[in-house]
């Protein structure tokens, strides 16, 4: 019998953002075990996010960040599709994040910015990071552009 406790299907939610019935599902597909079911949530989560990839983006946040005792800094526009999902902690933390890798390089523009390694892990890129919000949220997000400053 599969491990379905609450406490599973609550931190893969958590993670994911899939409905109760799919974390059931993929569990009992993968025989209660875990790091496969989370395999699994988020590949369809990706295929969910392509879906999304037309959608207009027109509403967001201008997040601003502060690096190393305020050596440096950026600010970033990221979309979304509304406001609800802009005042979402997830989507914060998202825009915390990437402005934080703004701070960590220096990126000619978005696609560079897109394709280089998350700081945080190296095994994800930062527009990774994008896709695994865009299928947990249920919305396009974009970012749109970004400035970096430092004093050298």
Do not use: W
Request: some cysteine; aromatic content about 6%.
């Amino acid at each position: 019998m599969p491990n379905l406790d609450v406490e599973n299907i609550k931190k893969l939610r958590d993670l994911t953002g899939a409905g109760v019935l799919d974390i059931k599902k993929s569990l009992e597909e993968h025989g209660g075990d875990f790091e496969k079911a989370k395999a699994d949530l988020m590949e369809k989560g990706k295929a969910r996010a392509a879906s999304k990839a037309d959608r207009e983006a027109s509403d967001g946040l201008v997040y601003s960040y502060i690096h190393n005792g305020g050596r440096a800094g950026s600010m970033i526009l990221m979309a979304c599709e509304t406001d609800f999902v802009a005042k979402t902690p997830d989507f914060q933390n998202l825009c915390k994040e990437v402005a934080m890798q703004v701070c960590s390089g220096d990126y000619e523009n978005v696609e560079e910015l897109l394709n280089d390694e998350y700081v945080r892990d190296g095994s994800k890129k930062v527009g990774g990071l994008i896709t695994e919000a865009i299928a947990k949220l249920g919305e396009n997000i974009e970012l749109k552009q970004f400035v970096k400053y430092s004093v050298k």
